[in-house]
């Protein structure tokens, strides 16, 4: 079995914007995964994938839609939506930063992105429920995935 990365971006202070780190969090015990809690910018998001040929990132993102709504883009199949919402405490965020590794010839062979739609991103909120549930649908669905379930 390929070794597996899984990033999990966000702010532990943000209320929901910590999603991706919980995320890697619930997994970081799980065999045959690497998991990362990137706090910076989206540029530095490459650093953390080599030599891995399988990475999962994991964020929050502020749409339009229902809290706790899951979205997953391919992110070898085309380029990630930067209007998505993504909700980053720097700039330039998680889709600049693959589409800058895409660019520089950096992409992993498999990147799969997910995004968790907030609720409360305020300085000093909680991670709302709805989000929590998310987390954890993700988190089995990585596994599923990449037959570690």
């Not at 943000?14 to 970081?28: E, T």
């Not at 690497?34 to 080599?50: I, Y």
Request: with cysteine; charged share 20%; net charge negative.
């Amino acid at each position: 079995m390929e070794p597996l990365v899984v990033i999990g971006v966000g702010n532990d202070f943000r209320g929901d914007d910590a999603a991706g780190l919980l995320a890697a969090r619930r997994l970081h015990a799980c065999r045959g995964v690497r998991t990362v809690e990137h706090t910076r910018d989206g540029l530095s998001l490459m650093e953390h994938w080599r030599p891995a040929d399988r990475v999962v990132v994991v964020d929050a993102l502020c749409s339009g839609h229902s809290p706790g709504t899951v979205f997953r883009f391919d992110a070898t199949a085309g380029p990630v939506p930067g209007d998505a919402g993504w909700v980053s405490s720097h700039t330039p965020g998680v889709a600049e930063g693959i589409e800058t590794a895409r660019i520089l010839g950096r992409l992993p062979a498999a990147l799969t992105v997910y995004g968790i739609e907030a609720a409360q991103v305020d300085p000093g909120a909680d991670v709302t429920p709805a989000v929590a549930r998310a987390v954890e649908e993700v988190a089995l669905a990585i596994l599923e995935e990449t037959g570690r379930a």
